[in-house]
């Protein structure tokens, strides 16, 4: 036979998708002139043919037919006598094609050339995978757990390519099963002996990002955009959001009705606690909204050396640190400021307020804006005055003022 079988390489090359027809034919044309070359010293006067579809190749060559004797390039040139043996018809200045028998260039190099071209379409197929999940670095991707060891989870993506999910980039508490599909995010590419491979995470904060992404439209939509998050994987984050449009509360948005939206990514983040909170240009108010859940009293700042003394209640203390100061590091994190939390004895009897604003579920707004409109937008700047100042100052009823007065003390008086 004049053509060789290449089904298997073919084969092999026809599951990498990415990997398009015209760079198969110039592999196997680059491959098989290499091969033509050493046997003949050029390569000029020679057509290699691919049928992708049966899978086969041959390879065809052209010569001038001169008269004979009158040679002088045997590569290019071929004697009358010799053309006309293939065909009487032949005359001089025609060209005389031939099919080459490849079985000529021996075992040895058609075995050569079979394993230069798997290794090239190996090459082409890393080069493809590269390519196509450095294009997806941030991105989630869903993968199916194909083998569970110490370090590290091998998955498989939907074309069957491995994937590789580290002990370090699992929440603590995660815990998977051969066969289970698993959501994490693209973290980087990375080449391992000359082999790709693709690291996913399931702690980095781009994970939460992308989740929040997905739950909330108005973040997609660029309504929302989310302006920092911090982890501690499977315990606790913070994400510093902020609106673009007046009209919708950030926090309010990415929470849901009753914590609809933010229930699933708890879910997904294995019960992980998230602090949504407003973000803002006001160092202070960062600070204090940061250290959610913990309510502060009062803080000392100092912008210089980016510090910040925070004082809270005694039983605000270890809402403030939390559970192995994961609180106060995330704070920090989130702010770039050291924060040192110290108990404030002094207000322990006084040791936080609550804007009026809090209140709209008990007080009408139309009351809450009387009591603003003379200065009073806290509680306890409300119960520091006298029913029969709070009466004299303002348009209210005395039994209104009552009312008023009563809610807020029961606030207060909580704990």
């Not at 510090?307 to 559970?323: C, M, N, R």
């Amino acid at each position: 036979m004049a053509s060789i079988n290449l089904i298997e390489s073919f084969q092999e090359f026809k599951e990498a998708e990415n990997i398009d027809r015209p760079t198969l034919m110039k592999v196997l044309e680059d491959v098989f002139k290499t091969l033509l070359k050493k046997k003949y010293g050029s390569d000029d006067n020679f057509d290699v043919i691919v049928n992708t579809e049966k899978g086969d190749l041959e390879i065809m060559r052209h010569r001038t037919i001169v008269d004979d004797g009158a040679v002088q390039d045997p590569l290019a040139e071929v004697e009358y006598s010799e053309a006309i043996k293939q065909s009487p018809d032949y005359e001089v200045g025609e060209d005389l094609f031939e099919e080459v028998n490849i079985q000529e260039f021996g075992r040895r190099a058609i075995l050569a050339a079979k394993q230069t071209l798997a290794s090239r379409i190996g090459d082409l197929k890393k080069n493809a995978l590269v390519k196509k999940y450095e294009n997806r670095v941030g991105e989630i991707i869903s993968a199916e757990v194909y083998q569970v060891w110490k370090k590290e989870v091998l998955l498989l993506d939907e074309d069957g390519n491995e994937i590789i999910l580290p002990k370090s980039e699992q929440i603590p508490s995660d815990y998977f099963k051969k066969g289970e599909s698993i959501r994490a995010v693209v973290k980087k590419v990375e080449m391992r002996n000359n082999n790709p491979v693709i690291i996913l995470s399931r702690t980095h904060p781009s994970f939460l990002a992308k989740l929040l992404e997905i739950e909330v439209p108005e973040i997609f939509d660029g309504l929302i955009v989310i302006r920092k998050i911090v982890r501690e994987p499977g315990e606790r984050a913070k994400v510093a959001v902020e609106s673009y449009d007046d009209r919708i509360d950030p926090v309010g948005a990415c929470v849901g009705m009753k914590g609809s939206r933010i229930h699933g990514i708890v879910r997904e983040l294995k019960n992980e606690n998230i602090d949504v909170i407003n973000f803002t240009n006001n160092i202070q108010l960062l600070i204090q909204r940061s250290l959610t859940p913990a309510r502060i009293t009062r803080m000392n700042l100092d912008n210089e050396r980016k510090t910040a003394e925070v004082f809270v209640a005694p039983d605000e203390v270890s809402k403030a640190i939390g559970k192995r100061g994961v609180n106060i590091n995330l704070a920090q994190d989130l702010t770039g400021y050291t924060i040192d939390v110290y108990r404030d004895d002094e207000g322990e009897n006084d040791e936080y307020d609550v804007d009026l604003d809090e209140f709209t579920d008990e007080i009408e707004p139309w009351i809450i804006e009387e009591l603003k409109r003379i200065g009073c937008d806290t509680g306890r700047s409300v119960l520091a005055l006298s029913a029969d100042e709070l009466e004299r100052r303002t348009d209210l009823e005395k039994e209104t003022i009552d009312e008023v007065r009563k809610v807020l003390q029961a606030e207060f008086s909580k704990g």
